[in-house]
């Protein structure tokens, strides 16, 4: 049933002209960012082969590329997540999927699914720019796929915030705002780490979503950023399920 709801919601995004207008406007930014890098990597070969031990192709075109992808994709999930459960309120027809023969659970993750797919489908044509690179030089394979791992789980992390806050909200609008707002909080909290010297910048440091993004796209594969970015889903994701499961109780 999960599959299900996933699929259908998935195929509802793709029947939308938002859908495909955020698809091709990020493909196009990202794009053109790449080629900006590998121009830039081209036009400095020559005093990179005068250092000692230059960075690569992955150093200087791929994690840059990873980077601007999270930060545009920051901005584009909110508003692919903000209609899901908020809509529903908003044109009170959620009593008739809470009255259906499925539970919480599955209508969740049915909804993250769908979305999560389509965000993955962009993410998988992102990634087709840094492979044709193969083709004319050498990759950090394994740098480039501990990117591509924590470049998934920022993703997904995005994806579960934005379900959550259109949960508990009846206008799609302010669940977009309300997600962008926190997922901002959550990016730059780090930033307190530089200016604060007291123990709570420990707390800070460790819930700073772009520091552990940083470790992964870094090439250092950390299995406690991995469990960080997987808490933060699942908590947001149980949230979700806790909220419907109120709003059932109302009706």
């Known amino acids: 049933m999960i599959l299900t709801l996933a699929h259908h919601e998935l195929r509802n995004l793709f029947l939308s002209p938002l ?62 997540t903000m209609r899901l459960i908020a809509e529903e309120k908003r044109n009170q027809t959620l009593a008739l999927l809470l009255s259906a023969p ?27 720019m840094p492979f044709s690179l193969l083709t004319a030089g050498q990759l950090d394979i394994g740098m480039m796929s501990a990117g591509f791992i924590g470049l998934t789980l920022l993703l997904a992390s995005f994806t579960a915030t934005g379900v959550y806050m259109s949960t508990i909200t009846t206008q799609p609008t302010i669940a977009a705002v309300s997600t962008f707002g926190l997922l901002l909080l959550l990016w730059v909290i780090d930033w307190a780490v530089n200016i604060n010297t007291n ?46 499961h109120a709003d059932r109780l109302q009706h």
């Open 199 to 244: 123990k709570a910048t420990e707390v800070t440091e460790y819930l700073s979503m772009l520091r552990h993004y940083q470790s992964l796209i870094n090439g250092v594969f950390s299995s406690s950023d991995v469990i960080y970015y997987l808490i933060f889903i699942s908590t947001f994701l149980v949230l979700s399920i806790r909220q419907l």
């Open 102 to 128: 499925v539970s919480m659970t599955e209508i969740v993750l049915g909804k993250y699914l769908g979305i999560l797919g389509f965000v993955l489908i962009n993410l998988f044509l992102i990634t087709l």
């Open 19 to 80: 859908a495909w207008s955020i698809l091709a406007i990020v493909q196009f930014i990202i794009a053109y960012l790449f080629l900006g890098q590998v121009d830039w990597y081209l036009q400095n070969q020559a005093q990179l082969k005068t250092m000692l031990n230059p960075p690569g192709l992955t150093e200087l075109v791929v994690s840059p590329v990873f980077s601007n992808a999270a930060i545009i994709l920051l901005l584009v999930i909110p508003l692919l």
